[in-house]
């Protein structure tokens, strides 16, 4: 079982400031990768049998433009990302397989000399409970990003141990609302039942207090989308819609100096 060490702090005033004036919308483009490129990142990810991340909500295998496949990547996908989100420098790259749809969180991590960026998304395949189909047959599935952030303010520094064998307990799940560190908050209910219904069913709809959706990101083959490390965001309820699993490739990106 590997265990991994995490450090919650929160960042400096400066810090802080640099994480405020580079958040922005959420925005996703069509045929972002080439075919080619597309076909190269899921031949990949099919080749995954033991995940060196296994938890309760995903599969997950994390890699840098240091290792051989990241090298090998970075020469097509490093000016596409630099187009993309402007000038940047990478934190590391990801594949993803979904197993339930998470809470509403942040993708937010402390560091004490690096300023979290954006983190961009390249869904590669959507499976139903039927089996596999082709692309032209994903069915409808979203990535849903929120207009409240959590810059980490205010936090009393802690260590925190992420076992492979899972980190999320979805019976402590809280409102956003109610964490201190959310921030750009609304009064009451912005999101409707309906939105609820369609998009969010894996929640009770008390969590949405607060909230407000900044973009309903449609997972479609060879396009990216991206929103700021320090932006709530969540997946739809895919398994309500007959989804076995949905996977992608993700690079998740800090300030550059």
Known sequence: MSKHIYVYDSFTEDQTQKLISSAGVSKKVDEFLTQKEFNFLKSNIDKITEWPEHGSTSKYWGF???????????????????????????????????INPWKIHADIRWYSDKIPYKVVLMPLDVEPTSGPVSLEEWPET??????????????????????????????????????????????????????????????????????SIDALHKWTPRSAFYWDNTALHCADN?????????????AFTLLQD
């Open 64 to 98: 840098s433009y240091s290792d051989p496949l990241g090298k090998i990547i970075q020469k097509w996908l490093e000016p596409k990302l630099q187009q993309l989100i402007g000038n940047h420098r990478l934190d590391f790259l990801a594949f993803q397989e979904a």
């Open 142 to 211: 979203y990535t849903i990003a929120f207009k409240q952030y959590n810059f980490m303010r205010n936090l009393k520094k802690e260590k925190i141990g992420l076992t492979s064998e899972g980190n999320n307990d979805q019976k402590h799940w809280k409102k956003p609302i109610n964490n201190p560190s959310t921030e750009n908050l609304i009064n009451g209910y912005q999101i409707t039942v309906e939105e609820h219904e369609k998009y969010l069913s894996h929640l009770p709809y008390e969590h949405l207090e607060g909230l």
């Open 238 to 250: 895919f398994l309500a819609n007959n989804i076995k699993t949905k996977r992608c490739f993700m």
